[in-house]
Every structure is written in C-alpha cells, then in structure tokens.
C-alpha cells in the first residue's frame, strides 16, 4: 500500500520528484513574487489604499473611474502610443536591416553580430545616463552640442525643449541603441531557415538579386517572425519605464511631457502620492489594455496559425 | 563511500533547501533585535547629504547615545520614495529623517506623535518649520535642521552687463535676458525650467500662499495666474538654462559659468564662496505686483518615528537626545559640513557663520521672508498637479488661468479627502 502511493507520488523512475525538485522553486517564486501580487493589487483597487496595503475602506469602482477621468494617465497613454509609433517602425528596420547586412557578410560574421548584439547586455539604467550627461545634455560641451557647435549652430536644451520636442530623438535613439541588435539575432535566426532553394529558383526565373528577391522571397518568408517581433517590441514599449524615468525625473518629480503610464503609476503608488488602491486600478486597467492590444494584434497578425 | 550523481544532485538539492529555509526563517531584519550586549537597536535612516563628513558625523552621535545601540543608515537615491515604501513594511527604519512626515503618513498612523519630545524647548525652535512638522496641534517630526532657497548671482557678469541685481520680478526677467550670451544663459531654475524647485515661491513673491493659515486653497485669486504666465517670458526669451549636467541643488552652473543666476539652497554656499571668492552675491525670490514681497522658501528636514518600531520609548528618548538637548550636535550637524541654520532660534543666533557676508544675508531672508516650502495639506496629488500646470505653462506658454483652474479643482478635493480623515 505504502509503496503505491509512493510509487503514485514520485511517479515512474521518480520523475514527477525531479520533476517538483527542479521546477518547484520557480513555481514556488512565480507564486510568491507575481501571483499573489498581482492578486492582491486587484483587491486594493477597489479600496482606498492611501499609504497601507491592507486597507479597510472599500470604494468599489472609484478608483478606476477617478483613473480613466484622470487626464495625466490618459496623457500617459497617449505618451505610450507616440512612443510605440516612433520605437517600433524604428527597431524594425534598424533590426532587419542589421540582420541582411549581417548575413550577407562572407567574413567575420560572428564579430559583427555581436558588435551589434553587445548593447543589449547593457543596463537601461547605465546607458540612459550616459545619454543624459554626455551625449545629450543641454550645455555647450555636450557630444551633440560639440557637432552642433562646429557647423554653427545653437546649443539644443535636448530633454526639456517641448517645442520641438527634441527629447523624442533621446529617448528614441537610447531604446533602438539598446534593442535593435537582439532583434537582429531574431531576423538573423528566420533568415537562416529560408531554404537556399527559394533564391535558387528565383533566379532561375529571373527575378533580381536585392529589392526583388527581399520583397518576393525574404520578406514574405520573415513573416512569423516579423509577427513575433512586432508583437515583443509593442509590449516592450507599454512597459517602458527605466529610460524614461533616468532620462527625464528629477529628485523633485518628472515633467509632465513624454511620461509613459508605468511613470505615472509609480509615482502614484510608490512614489510620496502613496495612493496604492488608486495605483493599483491604473496597473489593471493598463493590464488589460496590453492584453487586449496583444490578443487583437495576433489574430491580425494570424500569429499560432497554421502556415499555409 | 562513493556518491553517484544522483545523490550528489539530491544533497546539493537539501542543502540548497535547508539554506533557503534558515535564512527565511532568520530574524535579522535590522527591527526589533537586541544586540549581544543587550541593548535594543534602533535603525535609524538618513538621506544621503551631499557635505563630505556628515555621514561620520551622525555614525559619531549614534554611538555616543547610551540608552540603545543605534545602526544609522545612510540611503542614496530617492530617499522620501523609500522611506515612504518601507514604512508598510515590518522591515522599516525605527527613526527617519523625513522632509514630512507627510500628512498621509501622520493620518495613516505611519509614525508617532513626538509632542511631549519638545516640552519647554517648543519655544525655541522655529516656528515655520514646527508648523509644517504640527498636524491638529501634535508635533510628528522633530526638525533637525532648516534649509533653504535663494538666487545667487554672480557680482561680475552683471555689472559688466550694466545690470542691477533684480528686487523685483520683471526685472529678474529682464535681467536675465541681458544676461544671456551664446555660451551663458541668464538664470539657471533646474533642468526642467523652473516648477520643479520653485513650488510655491513666485506665488508667496505675489503674496499669495499654496495653503491659507485656515486650510484653504491660497492662490485662486487672479495675481496668481499674472505672476506664473510672466515665467514664459524666461523660457520664449531662452534666457534659462536647461539641460545642465548637474541640477540646481549643485551650485555647479553657476561655478562653471554656464548660467549668471541660480536658484539653488542655502547649503550650497561654502562651495560656491570657494569657487567664486567675493564674486557672488545672494537674493531672496523677487516681488510681483503691489501686494507682492521677497520671498524665501523655507523647510527642514526633521526626524520622525516609525509606528511599527518595537522599541518607541528606546527611538523617542533617542530623538529627544540628539536633536533637543544635545544642542552642540545640532550646531554641529548644520554648519560644520555644510551650510544650514539650526533649526533652535538660540543655536541660530548666535552662530558666528549667519551673522556676516552672503551667509548673513541668507540668513536674514530667511526670517524675513521664509515661507514654509510646503504646507502639510499639500498633498503629493496636489503637488504633481500643480508641478504638471507649471511646466505647461513655462514651456508650452499655456493659459495660466485655465491651468489654475484645473490645480485648484485637484487640490480642493485632495483639501476634502484629508480633511474627512479628521
């Protein structure tokens, strides 16, 4: 009996033990760490959570109205999508443009591809500084004031001019530095698997090396990673924070210019504001807009489906 | 004995497990603790000062204290986020340096009511920054030191420019506009132009407050929107400095000579008397209009007891200690490393360093033109948006009425949530 049921718990030749030994603890801190969390900021949007996380004052939907009424978060949502229309159009073509130079290469291909991947092993964190401090700051011995200084041109406030507002081109060219070459690697991996025999044939009909053949055979053929790259680089984009926050806060607070929803939210829920039920319905709402953007854009996309 | 992999990977695995546990299970969370010696500890957390020796010296008044062992932290970074963050916690600081306590935190019950920690010495500490520590008449923060804003200016630049320095709000501006040059602009508000660090001060400037002595909404009245909208003449002239390597709580611009005037503190004072010799001057925040004043925005930093501490008789008698009786380390915390003036009135009197020079003048402003920097019933709601309004309207030249119509809307009902909770 007693060897039954163990024979029924650890399974055949023990598998289901090794199994639990060696997927239990991540189970155990996905649980901990992101479950419980997240279950427990449900529950506090619908109290009054004013610097407590166990609160007492139930308030049923407020908060979520008191958010979507809330002109800085739908300010912030707009941030989002300006930011999506410059950062992922812009990754795209770098990435993809990266991955065919790189492919074409005859020698040191694996130098250059991990010249251009080296980026992604650096910390947001670290390069927005860098961006802010010596590449793009206001005054007149900042990298970009220098070129612009010797063709005589005036100095650029970078991230506080609004009008125009030149701290898109900062915050955009930190992102593209960082990502683009793990997106190469994406493309560079589909552009692998395109069978050799496709351009065989191609040529053989005729069809001319470069524009022709990327637009007929290439690019169709980068299709299902074309949609999974769109799709990370969008999700990507609605969590931004680390740049945004390095590149443009203060000790007093950050202005209310190009601050993306997960800005917004920190300062309402961790920052002084304190205001964590109120917080916590602008992390649900923003959870479900995600959820709602990624499910329509892969039916758009037809990402899962089969390929015909 | 020989070990087959498996049973290697299974004792590494137990091993692993047991740690994990132990150190779950451990009580060392820097709260609540008795030390070897028996004594209860108190952690206590500061935020990082910029002044090379102060963090030695407030380790040295800590472990001069004899009633408990006390374990100062000194925290980079944002500082009031964190504090803010740690006090839900059961892992929090016994005794911190607050710039608050926040309202929220004081009706939160996040910190403990310190009035009886003042007694006979209330009279002596200064009123403006007492009243911003006083919630319904009890004292939750004991202030420490008072800091300080104020212009500096650099003597040289505007005599040759043929400049006054400015006593009045369209001068500052037009001065500031004389004073910009291809390689050094006017005035220097931070790199965001001005609402960050500014706050309330033009609104004092017009004669107006952020908050009434009565709990009331101080600026819907039309000489605030008057005052504000004349900022946009400082960032359309491109007379401000902005995007400067270092914001302007380091006199560093100013130094450097990339700006003529910045707005910075008082503890900036030493540095730039080094950098700059005599060729520096100060100034309170000009008066707008007729019913306007010089203005100076003061506050302080002052030290607060966690709610959730286990030792509160052991933290309060500590903050008795340093900060009201143990007088020299005030004195000694303000003007030793950097410049600030004890927030004791007697201690500030008689230091010798606030009585001559810039230092004197400073501190004159100061008491004659202090406003406190932030009033307790601003709210950190409120605050964002009237920081979101200023910014608007410096850099975009929105409409400052409208824009104050939105601030007042969001800080009257913040003014209703607080006040219900009383």
């Keep these: 009996m007693r060897g039954t049921y163990r024979r029924r718990l650890l399974g055949p030749q023990n598998r289901h033990l090794w199994f639990w030994i060696f997927v239990g603890p991540f189970v155990l801190g996905l649980t901990l760490f992101t479950y419980v969390p997240l279950a427990w900021s449900a529950y506090l949007s619908f109290f009054d959570a004013h610097n407590t996380v166990s609160p007492t004052d139930f308030v049923g939907l407020d908060n979520y109205t008191a958010m979507l009424g809330d002109d800085a978060f739908t300010d912030s949502l707009v941030t989002f999508l300006v930011f999506t229309a410059l950062i992922v159009p812009a990754t795209y073509v770098l990435s993809l443009g990266l991955a065919l130079m790189v492919n074409r290469l005859r020698w040191a291909q694996a130098f250059f591809r991990s010249v251009f991947f080296l980026p992604v092993a650096c910390s947001y964190v670290v390069a927005a500084l860098i961006w802010k401090i010596s590449i793009f700051n206001g005054v007149r011995f900042g990298l970009a004031n220098t070129v612009l200084d010797w063709f005589g041109a005036d100095q650029i406030a970078w991230l506080s001019t609004t009008e125009p507002p030149w701290y898109w081109l900062v915050i955009v060219t930190v992102r593209l530095w960082l990502q683009a070459g793990f997106y190469m690697v994406l493309f560079l991996a589909g552009l692998q698997r395109i069978s050799p025999r496709l351009y065989e044939a191609a040529a053989v009909d005729g069809a001319r090396p470069g524009w022709q053949v990327f637009r007929h055979i290439t690019f169709p053929q980068l299709r299902a990673t074309s949609v999974a790259v769109v799709l990370l680089l969008v999700i990507n984009a609605f969590q931004a924070f680390d740049e945004f926050y390095n590149l443009l806060s203060d000790a007093r607070g950050y202005p209310p210019y190009a601050r993306p929803p997960l800005v917004y939210l920190y300062y309402t829920a961790l920052g002084q504001g304190q205001n964590l039920g109120l917080g916590s319905a602008g992390a649900v709402i923003l959870a479900l807009i995600i959820a709602v953007v990624t499910v329509v854009q892969a039916r758009w996309f037809g990402l899962g489906r089969k390929e015909d | ?422």
Excluded at chain 2, 144 to 159: E, H, P, T
Excluded at chain 2, 293 to 302: D, E, F, I, L, R
Excluded at chain 2, 353 to 359: D, E, F, N, V
């Design chain 2, 1 to 422: 004995m020989s070990m087959s992999r498996r049973r290697l990977l299974g004792a590494g695995g137990g091993l692993a497990l047991t740690g994990a546990l132990a150190s779950a299970c451990g009580t060392n969370t820097g709260r609540g603790g008795d030390d070897h010696a028996g004594q209860p500890v108190i952690e206590q957390w500061y935020h990082q000062y910029g002044e090379a020796g102060t963090e030695q010296a407030v380790r040295r008044y800590a472990d001069a204290f004899d009633g408990a062992n006390v374990q100062v932290q000194w925290r980079p970074g944002n500082y009031d986020q964190q504090t803010a963050a740690a006090l839900l916690t059961d892992s929090g600081p016994d005794v911190f340096e607050a710039s608050g306590p926040s309202l929220d935190q004081i009706q939160g019950g996040q910190v403990v009511d310190l009035t009886d920690l003042l007694s006979e010495a209330k009279d002596d500490f200064n009123p403006t920054v007492l009243e911003q520590k006083t919630y319904q008449g009890k004292v939750w923060g004991i202030p420490q030191v008072i800091d300080m804003q104020l212009l500096y200016y650099r003597k040289s630049l505007l005599a040759d420019a043929g400049v006054e320095p400015p006593d009045t709000l369209d001068a500052l501006i037009d001065a500031a506009k004389k004073l910009t040059t291809k390689n050094v602009k006017g005035l220097f508000l931070g790199n965001d132009g001005g609402p960050g660090v500014l706050a309330g001060t033009p609104l004092n400037a017009a004669g107006l407050e952020l908050i009434t002595k009565d709990g009331e909404i101080g600026f819907d009245d039309p000489a605030a929107a008057r005052t504000l909208g004349k900022l946009h003449q400082l960032y359309a002239e491109k007379s401000l400095l902005l995007g400067a390597p270092s914001d302007w709580s380091d006199p560093a611009a100013l130094t450097q000579g990339l700006t003529a005037m910045q707005w910075s503190g008082l503890w900036a004072l030493p540095q730039v008397q080094k950098a700059l010799g005599e060729d520096f001057g100060v100034l309170p925040f000009p008066k707008d209009g007729a019913d306007g004043a010089p203005a100076v925005p003061v506050g302080a930093y002052g030290a607060a007891v966690s709610a959730k501490t286990k030792h509160k008789a052991e933290a309060k008698a500590y903050v008795k200690w340093l900060w009201v009786d143990r007088t020299e380390y005030q004195e000694d915390f303000a003007l030793r490393y950097g410049f600030h003036i004890p927030a004791r009135i007697s201690l500030a009197k008689k230091a010798a360093k606030l009585r001559t020079g810039a230092a004197g003048e400073a501190a004159r402003y100061a008491f004659d033109h202090g406003h406190v920097s932030e009033p307790l019933l601003w709210t950190a709601a409120a605050r964002t948006a009237y920081q979101d309004a200023l910014s608007r309207i410096i850099k975009g030249g929105a409409n400052p009425d409208g824009e104050l119509r939105s601030v007042i809307r969001k800080a009257q009902a913040e003014l209703r949530r607080v006040k219900k909770k009383n």
